[in-house]
């Protein structure tokens, strides 16, 4: 599924237009997008939790050339599954 079909899914279900549906779609990812940037945890119980990792730099290689590449520190958003999402998943 992808977000117009989630659109169309939630306008059906709810009796929404599609313009009310992509607000309500839009606000929803956006306040994750902006508490992961704070660096909040975001928990949506059953399916699933978001929070940024910080990763220290280290030294890499080029893999065409072999060469030491210094690959500075980062941030990245970290996605772990809840239970019931696996369970339900898995049946």
């Known amino acids: 599924m992808n977000k117009?079909?989630?659109?169309?899914q939630l306008a059906k279900q709810h009796g929404l237009s599609k313009a009310e549906a992509r607000r309500a779609v839009d606000l929803?990812?956006?306040?994750?997008?902006?508490?992961l940037?704070?660096?909040?945890?975001?928990e949506i119980?059953?399916?699933c939790?978001?929070?940024?990792k910080t990763y220290?730099?280290?030294a890499g290689r080029?893999?065409?050339t072999g060469q030491a590449v210094d690959v500075g520190s980062k941030k990245?958003?970290?996605?772990?599954?809840?239970?019931?999402?696996?369970?339900?998943?898995?049946?």
């Open 4 to 8: 117009a079909e989630l659109l169309l």
């Open 76 to 91: 990245l958003p970290f996605f772990k599954m809840g239970t019931e999402l696996k369970e339900r998943v898995d049946q």
């Open 45 to 47: 119980r059953g399916l």
């Open 56 to 58: 220290k730099s280290y």
């Open 37 to 42: 940037a704070r660096g909040e945890r975001v």
């Open 28 to 35: 929803f990812f956006d306040s994750i997008i902006n508490a």
């Open 49 to 52: 939790a978001f929070k940024v």
């Open 62 to 64: 080029n893999p065409k």
